[in-house]
T-cell receptor, first 110, second 113 residues
Framework: LAKTTQPISMDSYEGQEVNITCSHN???????ITWYQQFPSQGPRFIIQGYKTKVTNEVASLFIPADRKSSTLSLPRVSLSDTAVYYC???????????FGAGTRLAVHP | NAGVTQTPKFQVLKTGQSMTLQCAQDMNHEYMSWYRQDPGMGLRLIHYSVGAGITDQGEVPNGYNVSRSTTEDFPLRLLSAAPSQTSVYFC????????????FGPGTRLTVL
């Protein structure tokens, strides 16, 4: 099953746009890219999912290039409450498995 | 809807003891799964189920058993607890075994002495 690689940590300031890039060089044809957010002492929460090109919802955008070997989660105008760990994950349709990366710890400063 | 519920929230076991972590969902989801989360390692899939009566292994299944007799419940059994199983355990569910988002429970923090 394909693995994902993402930065261990990032820092930002309130009001800035944050982009977190995830590498998944061995992504399979039927894998979907999914991002989750996790606050301390809570379970992960779904943010966004995509297969290719660009997906946007009310909280984030997901950019996936044509080769699908990487993806970028974009959080517009972050606030202090966006401080969390963000997980890039792959849902393998062929194996019915959701495989998580190690996560990126985002700290948003005033 | 209560969503995904897990019991207990905390548990301390001695090496060799057995126990069952409970997971239930009231959303009529077909797909359920168990993860463990260790510091710096993200979440790792233990077992999953695509429907009642069907289970399969994830990345780290050794030392754990599951069964799925109903759509709502998906208990995780530790047969003989070991210190290496000290972790936070999360149960999750989704509408079907596809690319739908998964809903996670609040977790069970397990310590094995």
């Amino acid at each position: 099953l394909a693995k994902t690689t993402q930065p261990i940590s990032m820092d930002s300031y309130e009001g800035q746009e944050v982009n977190i890039t995830c590498s998944h060089n061995n992504i399979a044809t039927n894998d979907y890219i999914t991002w989750y957010q996790q606050f301390p002492s809570q379970g992960p929460r779904f943010i966004i999912q995509g297969y290719k090109t660009k997906v946007t919802n009310e909280v984030a955008s997901l950019f996936i290039p044509a080769d699908r070997k990487s993806s970028t989660l974009s959080l517009p105008r972050v606030s202090l409450s966006d401080t969390a760990v963000y997980y890039c994950s792959l849902f393998s349709g062929g194996y019915n498995k959701l495989i998580f990366g190690a996560g990126t710890r985002l700290a948003v400063h005033p | 809807n209560a969503g995904v519920t897990q019991t207990p929230k905390f548990q301390v076991l001695k090496t060799g003891q057995s126990m069952t972590l409970q997971c239930a969902q009231d959303m009529n989801h077909e797909y359920m799964s168990w993860y463990r989360q260790d510091p710096g390692m993200g979440l790792r899939l233990i077992h999953y189920s695509v429907g009642a009566g069907i289970t399969d292994q994830g990345e780290v299944p050794n030392g754990y058993n599951v069964s799925r007799s109903t759509t709502e419940d998906f208990p995780l059994r530790l047969l003989s607890a070991a210190p290496s199983q000290t972790s936070v355990y999360f149960c999750a569910s989704s509408y079907q075994a596809s690319y739908n988002e998964q809903f996670f429970g609040p977790g069970t923090r397990l310590t094995v002495l």
